[in-house]
């Protein structure tokens, strides 16, 4: 058995939902914050037997894309001014980071 823990942003996470409950995935999901663009994030978490796990990953793959955005810069507080930059620029967000644990007991009252 293995636990997922995947983090995807949350314009994704809905159709991410959905298609886990299509593909009889079972999942808990929960607000998160990622500390690189300060932005909603939706964590889920799931349990699945070793032999699921490629159909788990394809799902996830399939359903969180990445996309470009404009993101304003926050200005330092206190840091180092000359490498801030003062207007939006462009970065890659969306997609998936995901993590395939080992599960050494599984129990369910």
Known sequence: MK???AVVQDQDSNRLSNALVDHNFRATKMASTG???KSGNTTFIIGTEDIRIEKALEVIRDNCK????????VSPMGGNADSYVP???????GGATVFVLPVEQFHQF
């Not at 990445?66 to 810069?73: F, G, H, I, K």
């Not at 207007?87 to 967000?93: D, I, M, N, R, T």
């Open 3 to 5: 636990l997922i823990l």
């Open 35 to 37: 500390g690189f663009l």
């Open 66 to 73: 990445s996309r470009d955005q404009l993101v304003a810069p």
């Open 87 to 93: 207007y939006p620029v462009e970065v890659e967000v």
